[in-house]
């Protein structure tokens, strides 16, 4: 059984172009959770997303920013126009339920962002 | 603002002794916290939790103390192995969201 997929791995972009990160949960897990770390700080929250429903998006900026996950295929968190203040790790999480809890998610490798 | 502090951000210990990581928070209507490990290239693993409703939970040779007036954890991993080389971060739910800190490299010395 595969675990969290995401690619890809790493990520380089420059000033005003558009950044796409990819999240595959594991098999049966219709939850997806995406974690940004900037450098020297926490995982912190972006959004929360059942298939084809965003259900929590409070931690993610309100521009240029979206994330889908749609009925096929994977999870995608897209960035608009991207800044150097984006570069940072992104990761994605997954859960076969709703989850307060951060022990029944399951942790991706991450997207490491850099923007030039 | 960052609700869950960890402190040190290195710490190393020689193989066989006892490792004890600290963390610290702000928000008392969390009520529930957890451990992760994190390898590099790998994403964050679930170590071991506690709710705020006990004081200490016990995992093998992992233990996560609580002290809720402090507002304080604690995980101690005792012996401490080379394998267990990694960043701990340490995170807190309050039911809706987690907030994680900002982790603690440990390295165990052979």
């Known amino acids: 059984n595969a675990g969290v997929m995401q690619n890809p791995r790493h990520l380089v972009r420059r000033r005003g172009q558009e950044a796409r990160l990819r999240c595959s949960p594991m098999?049966?897990?219709?939850?997806v959770y995406w974690y940004r770390q900037l450098p020297e700080e926490g995982l912190k929250f972006m959004v929360y997303?059942?298939?084809?429903?965003?259900?929590?998006e409070s931690g993610m900026p309100k521009e240029r920013f979206s994330a889908e996950f749609p009925k096929e295929g994977p999870s995608i968190l897209r960035i608009q126009q991207v800044v150097r203040g984006d570069s940072a790790a992104y990761f994605c999480?997954?859960?076969?339920?709703?989850?307060?809890?951060?022990?029944?998610?399951?942790f991706g490798p991450g997207t490491r962002l850099t923007v030039l | 603002d960052q609700q869950v502090k960890q402190n040190s951000p290195s710490l190393s210990v020689q193989e066989g002794r006892i490792s004890i990581l600290n963390c610290d928070y702000t928000n008392s209507m969390f009520d529930y916290f957890l451990w992760y490990k994190k390898y590099p290239a790998e994403g964050p693993t679930f170590l071991i939790s506690?709710?705020?409703?006990?004081d200490k939970n016990e995992d093998g040779r992992f233990t996560v103390f609580l002290n809720k007036s402090a507002k304080h954890l604690s995980l101690h991993i005792v012996p401490s192995q080379p394998g267990d080389s990694a960043v701990y971060f340490c995170?807190?739910?309050?039911?809706?969201?987690?907030?994680f800190g900002t982790g603690t490299s440990l390295t165990v010395i052979p």
């Open positions: 995170a807190a739910s309050n039911g809706n969201q987690f907030y």
């Open positions: 997303l059942q298939k084809e429903n965003i259900i929590d």
């Open positions: 506690i709710s705020s409703i006990k």
């Open positions: 098999k049966g897990h219709s939850h």
């Open positions: 999480a997954s859960s076969t339920k709703p989850s307060p809890r951060s022990d029944e998610q399951f």
